[in-house]
């Protein structure tokens, strides 16, 4: 019997025993085979072993016999051939399999924390992209999971089970708005009102501690069934006022309003935390429009019609369905299963496709309240089917009274190309308007920290503004992590603080682009403002073209501009997310991409230490101190001697005497021995 849990700390059990590895590399190895199957040699040699390593495939052959004498008695598992490696994992346990099955007990206690928690391999830096990007889809996963398995649950009636899942899903993830609407809808099942409000409030106030954000309102989207069972709660749902100001739209605004008036859809584009929401709920608040919230979730994209799903049965308490015709019905049932008793056949011709958009557009005209518009949230994670329904309905619905007004927002880089070829013809034809919600300006973002605090100066507005690129989350977050660091006034401006909630929505863009473009914006981090074409093709070793196609993909994503970052967050936040060993290798080559140019000796210098090439980050650092000490810069020929000085006294015995000049040992601390 194999047991392999990867969901948390690794754990490897043979027989009931667990399992002690030789090698990190050893484990990896048998975590990667297990979760990504039959893999040629070549490539797991490049995925565990760097360019630096003189001979992968013996490298990969020595681990591989150091597996299968950890393994034992299932060391028959690993499977191998000349060019690839498998894993038989026949009637083993792998925890990974639990997040698809529907045991709400599986589910329960699958998960012990992130994916392979703790699992650190040297020089490997392919291996961490690898950790991140599965991390981030198994959590997916297990999200989904708990939720489809609450729902069915509750559709059951076994409102306990529900209640345990939905608490779980909470549990995991802190910040998804999914799982707290998951939670108050077992509530309510429960009859636990007061439960459920509460929920809702712990919902605000963690997204407002935590993103500086309401909720977008998922919540809002039962506020037809919440509002009414929550009436003896202190406050109406969603009415408390935002915590970010809102400035710098007016212009958004007045285009929404011209548009309002052309046509009956509007389209929100922008980048994550531009503002679309707010902007949104601003517009609806001002023309005092009552309007229905909901918002597509990451595993929506994935479900045909889970999207159209979701809206009907939203609507379905407001109407009494022996109003609709029996031909709509019927057709409906496609989605919604109880509009009809017996199962219909899948649609495959044109005609039977068009049949149902017909009943789609005509349930819509019958059932959606005349004074109610809608606001749907994160189009990109619509599922396609949903999507060609609604661009149907937009484009034939108005003789029919069916076309819903609505504001509808997007990220413009994560909507798919084939979803766009949807909206535009609809554009075209005036039925709808893109409005794309740009950064702030300078002078906005001095208005947004100016209602903050009246002192703040413009230099604070301008090197946030740069630090930020304009985004207003951003500017927000990095402004309140400044508050509570001592103020917007007199603030050190060096060194600006980074978020963790931020550098997440930014990690979580960068997922979408290749591996290559990846590299290239971790050397870049690296690099600093030494960052160019040239330097990125030596440090990576990179073909010209394929460069070249890197760059675009991330300009595309608002990564790069030329050369150069959209905003600095996007430096600090990668460089924060390298992980020690590729930091080390990448600041290595970059130091020998730029020595022998015209690269300034203190950059030098910070990149040897930072490379852990002691003794020359030691011989950097005091030309740098001559250098300023010949121009009369002393506070900076001090602070390199400084440098120097702890080198010295942490890293001495590496550097052999006769590397020091007499000259330069007087610079060792005058307690504490010598190098």
Known sequence: MLELLLLGPPLVRVEGHEVRFRTSKALALLAYLAVEGRQPREALSDLLWDEQTQDPRAELRGTLHHLRTALGNEAERLKTSVHALWLDLEEAVLDLHVLDAAAPDALLGVWRGPFLAGLSVWHAPRWDDWVVRRGLELQDRYDTALGRASEAALARSIVG?????????????????????????????????????????????????????????????????????????????????????????????????????????????????????????????????????????????????????????????????????????????????????????????????????????????????????????????????????????????????????????????????????????????????????????????????????????????????????GNPLFVFETARLLQECGGLVGSDLRELPRSPNVSAVLLRRLQRVSEEARRVVQAAAVAGEAFSFDLARRVLAADDLRLAAAYEELEAAGVLRGERWTHDLWRACLYDALSAPVRTVLHSRVLDALSGGHTPVAVLAQHAREARRWSEAFALFLRAANEARAVLALTEAAAFEDQARRLLRTHGGPLREEEVPAAQLALLPRTGGTA
């Open 161 to 469: 089970t529900a209640l345990l899942l939905a608490r779980r899903r909470v549990e995991v993830n802190l910040l998804s708005e999914a799982a707290y609407l998951g939670l108050i809808r077992a509530q309510l099942a429960a009859g636990q009102r007061a439960e459920a409000y509460a929920t809702f409030v712990t919902c605000r106030r963690i997204l407002r501690e935590e993103l500086g954000v309401e909720p977008s309102f998922r919540l809002d989207g039962l506020r037809w069934s919440v509002a009414d069972q929550a009436a003896s709660s202190p406050a109406p749902l969603g009415d408390t006022p935002a915590p970010v100001p809102f400035v710098g739209r007016e212009r958004e605004l007045r285009q929404m309003e011209e548009a309002w008036a052309r046509s009956p859809v509007v389209f929100l584009a922008g980048e994550a935390g531009s503002g679309k929401s707010r902007l949104a709920r601003e517009f609806f608040a001002l023309r005092k429009q009552k309007y229905f919230v909901l918002e597509a979730r990451h595993a929506d994209a994935d479900v045909p019609f889970a999207v159209g799903q979701r809206v009907f049965r939203a609507v379905l308490p407001r109407i009494n369905l022996r109003d609709v015709p029996d031909e709509v019905r019927r057709e409906l049932s496609r989605i919604v299963p109880e509009f009809w008793p017996e199962p219909l056949p899948p649609l495959r011709v044109p005609e039977d496709r068009l049949r149902f958009y017909e009943a789609f557009v005509r349930f819509i005209a019958l059932a959606w309240p005349l004074d109610t518009a809608a606001l749907y949230e994160d189009l990109h994670f619509w599922d396609l089917e949903s999507h060609r329904a609604g661009a149907y309905g937009a484009t034939h619905g108005t003789e029919q009274g069916a076309v819903v007004p609505c504001v509808v927002t997007y990220r413009s880089d994560e909507l798919r190309r084939e979803m766009l070829d949807l909206i535009l013809p609809v554009v075209a034809l005036g039925h709808a308007t893109i409005i794309e919600v740009s950064p702030l300006t300078v002078a906005e973002v001095h208005a947004l920290l100016h209602s903050l605090d009246p002192r703040v100066s413009d230099t604070l507005a301008a090197r946030l503004h740069r630090f930020t690129g």
